[in-house]
């Protein structure tokens, strides 16, 4: 007479995430431990016992999750979760849990949880996430919303493109052409008389197989439809949709003063990475990127708010410096004349990481094809003093250490800059030691690859297995360790401001980065990204997947804790840090911080043991 | 003044009852009866047989699954086969019960012993009780020639009261166990044993007291009718 297998309960619970990853032996166990309860409407809320927090799984029925205020937080159905919270931090259950429809719920008790998290990883993640998620939607500020709250006047161009009626249709679409726009406002005698797009080019002049010298006015909306510079945005979306139409020339008391576009409207709403980088590679000069850059700021808040790993934050942001390095070479170029060799743009540290969050300063160098002339010498010199000065100027402060393409130093030759790596590695003294956190993370950010490749190489040529680099690389990062002592006692560090606080970045991320640079450049990997060098150091079985996992989770999270400090800091108006303020965590939140500097300690135990083994 | 009656009834019974087993499976009962639902130990209960008549059909296999405090305990769900004389026949088609799977059961004799001892100082539940309740008789009285006095919460009769007060026309099949978890949006089971339908009908039970309590406090006398 063993206890029965309740089949459909095993079926159910088997089919949800994430218990679908159990184990079946441990899916029967987990099953028998349910307890199964019915909630009826008429009682209104679930009573949750203080006393014995339990999950609940929902089996049918229909649920909602409000916090304290009353603030809804989560609407719940068939095979969804509530009660984890408590479970997760040991806190009483501040949220209420409203009943909508009657329905039948299984408990699952605490010890149970635990033994399930313990017995797999998925599942411990899913409900950790699952909180953080919860957690930063309660912390959520209330975004703004644009759309009904700001003026056309802070969206729309101000100069718009203008053109007289009597123009040839050739002569409008070369002005297009010229500016990258897809209209232009048809004048006569200063006043506004119509408006010529790129789908009136297309419709009443290729269409009817017209040619260019076609007068503007023949092919123009007449009297297009206009709106004033302060009314709202959500008045220009209406009258777009009302017409379809996807620009709307801007005029007050009869004056035209520039025009707004859908597209004005959508960057302005969300401040997409591939419209601030279209946009920066449509800048004509520093004074307009320096402009462009400081949507910058707006876009990470944007990011974050938005919830996006801290990896693709990290990378987006990087592309966008990435674009704007680009630019400023390009813009640069024109104005001195093409280059007298083949060169690269290095990018070093974090931009080469593709980590860069806030308050990025700049680390780049110049890489040259061969030994350069007086004369290329020169050009070079001019071209990176122009482009470190026109980041300096977007945002992107000058290197306090001077490592930039402008300091003659960092600005050789391919040999040249072998020699100095091979200087490096071969005879590691504490200065060079310190540079490798910073110089062997290299990407290149413009220039051919060829060229990048040749250096990279023959870096990673020497690197590999080189016993005595490696210990003394790793000597060199194990001077720092996480703070673990913080979670017995507050022993905490000292920014310039007197302000105490974890060091996210210095105590946490730039730990990991370390551990995986150290075991890259023992094995030759290629890549700088700190999460593609442990996904690769992986794949190579060079860690081993579980340490490997676990490193990769302890980077995005430290990094992810960081990047929503800063937006708070940012929020708060705070000088933006890399410090945490211990005092602003929840338990749980400091029981997950603990867990990933407790990574972080085994990753250094874990590398110390392999490279200092002979020492 | 019907708790009064029923703990008498209890305590007659287990008073010239010459078997000490029924005799302290009734008395257990008379201390739990008087107890708030919420707090009363239940049992919902389902049986497979091999026919409908309990005088000369046989019990095949006995469901059960215990509620606590309102919560129905999955660990506690248990499921007996009970061994008979000559084949299942065609009821096999209904339970998937087949004779070779009879060789783990156990004699009925140890079965009535063992749902006693599973099921004392509980209130059963079951899904037209009176059926279940005859064979348990029947049974019972066979093996050890004692009556005994259970109390049971028939789901089927609230379901019943439930829609007459509702004044609702009572059709063929209204009252059946999967239609009266319908009408409470309850989940369909697929598979059915025992121990499944013992499930199925306490999930029901719990949704009935839910509906007929709301807030207030229900005594066991509110759903025996």
Same mark, same amino acid.
């Given at each position: 007479?063993?206890?029965?297998?309740?089949?459909?309960?095993?079926?159910?619970?088997?089919?949800?995430?994430?218990?679908?990853?159990? !184990?079946?032996?441990?899916?029967?166990?987990?099953?028998? !431990?349910?307890?199964?309860?019915?909630?009826?409407? /008429?009682?209104?809320?679930?009573?949750?016992?203080?006393?014995?927090?339990?999950?609940?799984?929902?089996?049918?029925?229909?649920?909602?999750?409000?916090?304290? =205020?009353?603030?809804?937080?989560?609407?719940?159905?068939?095979?969804?979760?509530?009660?984890?919270?408590?479970?997760? !931090?040991?806190?009483?259950?501040?949220?209420?849990?409203?009943?909508?429809?009657?329905?039948?719920?299984?408990?699952?008790?605490?010890?149970?949880?635990?033994?399930?998290?313990?017995?797999?990883?998925?599942?411990?993640?899913?409900?950790?996430?699952?909180?953080?998620?919860?957690?930063?939607?309660?912390?959520?500020?209330?975004?703004?919303?644009?759309?009904?709250?700001?003026?056309? @006047?802070?969206?729309?161009?101000?100069?718009?493109?203008?053109?007289?009626?009597?123009?040839?249709?050739?002569?409008?679409?070369?002005?297009?052409?010229?500016?990258?726009?897809?209209?232009?406002?048809?004048?006569?005698?200063?006043?506004?008389?119509?408006?010529?797009?790129?789908?009136?080019?297309?419709?009443?002049?290729?269409?009817?197989?017209?040619?260019?010298?076609?007068?503007?006015?023949?092919?123009?909306?007449?009297?297009?439809?206009?709106?004033?510079?302060?009314?709202?945005?959500?008045?220009?979306?209406?009258?777009?949709?009302?017409?379809?139409? &996807?620009?709307?020339?801007?005029?007050?008391?009869?004056?035209?003063?520039?025009?707004?576009?859908?597209?004005?409207?959508?960057?302005?709403?969300?401040?997409?990475?591939?419209?601030?980088?279209?946009?920066?590679?449509?800048?004509?000069?520093?004074?307009?990127?320096?402009?462009?850059?400081?949507?910058?700021?707006?876009?990470?808040? =944007?990011?974050?708010? /938005?919830?996006?790993?801290?990896?693709?934050?990290?990378?987006?942001?990087?592309?966008?410096?990435?674009?704007?390095?680009?630019?400023?070479?390009?813009?640069?170029?024109?104005?001195?004349?093409?280059?007298?060799?083949?060169?690269?743009?290095?990018?070093?540290?974090?931009?080469?990481?593709?980590?860069?969050?806030?308050?990025?300063?700049?680390?780049?160098?110049?890489?040259?094809?061969?030994?350069?002339?007086?004369?290329?010498?020169?050009?070079?010199?001019?071209?990176?003093?122009?482009?470190?000065?026109?980041?300096?100027?977007?945002?992107?402060?000058?290197?306090?250490?001077?490592?930039?393409?402008?300091?003659?130093?960092?600005?050789?030759?391919?040999?040249?800059?072998?020699?100095?790596?091979?200087?490096?590695?071969?005879?590691?003294?504490?200065?060079?030691?310190?540079?490798? !956190?910073?110089?062997?993370?290299?990407?290149?950010?413009?220039?051919?690859?060829?060229?990048?490749?040749?250096?990279?190489?023959?870096?990673? @040529?020497?690197?590999?297995?080189?016993?005595?680099?490696?210990?003394?690389?790793?000597?060199? @990062?194990?001077?720092?360790?996480?703070?673990?002592?913080?979670?017995?006692?507050?022993?905490?560090?000292?920014?310039? @401001?007197?302000?105490?606080?974890?060091?996210?970045?210095?105590?946490?991320?730039?730990?990991?980065?370390?551990?995986?640079?150290?075991?890259?450049?023992?094995?030759?990997?290629?890549?700088?990204?700190?999460?593609?060098?442990?996904?690769?150091?992986?794949?190579?079985?060079?860690?081993?997947?579980?340490?490997?996992?676990?490193?990769?989770?302890? &980077?995005?999270?430290?990094?992810?804790?960081?990047?929503?400090?800063?937006?708070?800091?940012?929020?708060?108006?705070?000088?933006?840090?890399?410090?945490?303020?211990?005092? =602003?965590?929840?338990?749980?939140?400091?029981?997950?911080?603990?867990?990933?500097?407790?990574?972080?300690?085994?990753?250094?135990?874990?590398?110390?043991?392999?490279?200092?083994?002979?020492? | 003044? %019907?708790?009064?009656?029923?703990?008498? %009834?209890?305590?007659?019974?287990?008073?010239?009852?010459?078997?000490?087993?029924?005799?302290?499976?009734?008395?257990?009962?008379?201390?739990?009866?008087?107890?708030?639902?919420?707090?009363?130990?239940?049992?919902?209960?389902?049986?497979?047989?091999?026919?409908?008549?309990?005088?000369?059909?046989?019990?095949?296999?006995?469901?059960?699954?215990?509620?606590?405090?309102?919560?129905?305990?999955?660990?506690?769900?248990?499921?007996?086969?009970?061994?008979?004389?000559?084949?299942?026949?065609?009821?096999?088609?209904?339970?998937?019960?087949?004779?070779?799977?009879?060789?783990?059961?156990?004699?009925?004799?140890?079965?009535?012993?063992?749902?006693?001892?599973?099921?004392?100082?509980?209130?059963?539940?079951?899904?037209?009780?009176?059926?279940?309740?005859?064979?348990?008789?029947?049974?019972?009285?066979?093996?050890?020639?004692?009556?005994?006095?259970?109390?049971?919460?028939?789901?089927?009769?609230?379901?019943?009261? %439930?829609?007459?007060?509702?004044?609702?026309?009572?059709?063929?099949?209204?009252?059946?166990?999967?239609?009266?978890?319908?009408?409470?949006?309850?989940?369909?089971?697929?598979?059915?044993?025992?121990?499944?339908?013992?499930?199925?009908?306490?999930?029901?039970?719990?949704?009935?007291?839910?509906?007929?309590?709301?807030?207030?406090?229900?005594?066991?006398?509110?759903?025996?009718?």
């Amino acid at each position: 007479m063993d206890a029965s297998e309740l089949q459909p309960i095993t079926d159910f619970i088997q089919g949800l995430v994430p218990f679908d990853t159990l !184990s079946n032996l441990t899916l029967d166990r987990c099953c028998k !431990s349910l307890s199964v309860g019915y909630y009826s409407k /008429a009682s209104r809320f679930v009573p949750l016992d203080p006393n014995n927090p339990q999950l609940y799984i929902v089996r049918c029925g229909a649920f909602e999750v409000r916090d304290k =205020n009353g603030e809804l937080l989560d609407r719940l159905g068939e095979g969804d979760y509530f009660g984890f919270p408590s479970l997760l !931090s040991g806190e009483d259950a501040s949220n209420r849990v409203a009943i909508l429809e009657d329905g039948l719920v299984y408990h699952l008790p605490p010890n149970m949880f635990d033994f399930l998290r313990q017995e797999s990883r998925e599942f411990d993640r899913f409900f950790n996430r699952a909180f953080a998620k919860r957690l930063r939607h309660q912390g959520r500020f209330k975004a703004k919303e644009l759309t009904t709250t700001s003026r056309v @006047s802070t969206l729309m161009s101000h100069s718009p493109l203008t053109i007289d009626m009597k123009a040839s249709v050739a002569e409008a679409s070369r002005l297009m052409r010229a500016s990258r726009v897809s209209s232009v406002l048809v004048i006569d005698n200063n006043k506004l008389v119509g408006i010529l797009t790129d789908k009136d080019l297309r419709n009443r002049v290729l269409a009817e197989n017209l040619d260019g010298s076609l007068p503007v006015h023949q092919a123009m909306t007449t009297t297009p439809v206009t709106i004033e510079s302060n009314s709202l945005v959500f008045e220009a979306m209406l009258l777009m949709s009302e017409h379809n139409i &996807h620009h709307l020339p801007v005029v007050d008391n009869g004056v035209t003063t520039g025009v707004v576009t859908s597209t004005d409207i959508l960057r302005g709403q969300s401040s997409q990475p591939l419209l601030l980088i279209g946009e920066i590679e449509r800048q004509k000069d520093l004074q307009s990127l320096i402009q462009v850059s400081k949507q910058i700021p707006l876009l990470l808040q =944007n990011l974050i708010s /938005a919830d996006a790993r801290a990896e693709e934050i990290g990378r987006v942001l990087t592309s966008v410096t990435d674009a704007l390095t680009r630019r400023l070479i390009v813009l640069n170029q024109q104005i001195l004349g093409e280059a007298p060799m083949a060169f690269c743009w290095l990018a070093f540290g974090s931009q080469g990481r593709q980590d860069q969050a806030a308050c990025s300063d700049q680390d780049n160098g110049l890489l040259l094809a061969h030994e350069p002339d007086e004369a290329a010498q020169g050009y070079f010199e001019a071209l990176s003093h122009a482009v470190c000065k026109g980041l300096d100027e977007c945002g992107y402060v000058y290197c306090p250490g001077d490592i930039m393409a402008q300091n003659p130093k960092w600005r050789m030759s391919l040999d040249k800059w072998k020699q100095v790596f091979d200087k490096w590695v071969n005879t590691p003294e504490p200065k060079a030691l310190m540079h490798a !956190s910073i110089f062997f993370d290299m990407r290149s950010v413009y220039g051919p690859q060829t060229l990048f490749d040749g250096l990279q190489d023959a870096v990673l @040529s020497n690197t590999k297995n080189n016993d005595i680099f490696l210990a003394g690389l790793t000597g060199n @990062s194990l001077t720092s360790s996480p703070p673990l002592g913080f979670f017995r006692k507050f022993v905490l560090e000292r920014d310039g @401001s007197e302000v105490k606080g974890i060091d996210l970045k210095h105590k946490g991320n730039a730990l990991i980065n370390d551990i995986a640079r150290v075991y890259a450049l023992s094995a030759g990997i290629k890549e700088v990204n700190t999460a593609k060098r442990i996904r690769a150091l992986m794949e190579q079985s060079i860690i081993n997947r579980k340490d490997a996992l676990n490193l990769a989770d302890a &980077h995005e999270f430290i990094a992810h804790m960081r990047l929503s400090n800063q937006g708070y800091q940012y929020t708060q108006s705070l000088p933006v840090t890399n410090y945490l303020m211990p005092q =602003n965590l929840s338990s749980l939140v400091r029981h997950q911080l603990r867990d990933a500097f407790k990574v972080v300690h085994d990753g250094q135990v874990g590398l110390k043991l392999k490279m200092m083994r002979s020492y | 003044m %019907r708790n009064l009656y029923l703990k008498t %009834r209890l305590q007659l019974n287990a008073l010239f009852c010459k078997e000490a087993v029924i005799s302290d499976y009734n008395r257990a009962l008379v201390a739990q009866i008087s107890k708030p639902l919420s707090q009363l130990p239940l049992m919902a209960v389902d049986l497979e047989m091999t026919g409908l008549d309990c005088q000369f059909d046989q019990i095949l296999s006995i469901g059960l699954i215990p509620i606590h405090n309102g919560l129905l305990q999955v660990a506690k769900s248990q499921q007996l086969l009970v061994s008979i004389d000559g084949s299942v026949g065609d009821s096999a088609a209904i339970h998937g019960i087949l004779d070779n799977q009879l060789t783990q059961a156990v004699s009925a004799k140890q079965a009535m012993a063992w749902f006693l001892e599973q099921t004392k100082g509980h209130v059963l539940v079951a899904h037209h009780a009176p059926l279940d309740l005859c064979f348990l008789k029947t049974e019972i009285q066979r093996c050890y020639g004692q009556t005994i006095q259970f109390v049971a919460i028939d789901t089927m009769a609230v379901e019943k009261r %439930r829609l007459l007060r509702q004044h609702d026309v009572i059709k063929e099949g209204t009252l059946r166990l999967d239609a009266c978890r319908q009408r409470y949006g309850l989940p369909v089971y697929a598979a059915h044993n025992a121990a499944v339908d013992a499930l199925a009908c306490g999930e029901l039970l719990l949704a009935q007291m839910a509906g007929i309590a709301g807030n207030d406090e229900l005594s066991l006398f509110d759903l025996l009718g």
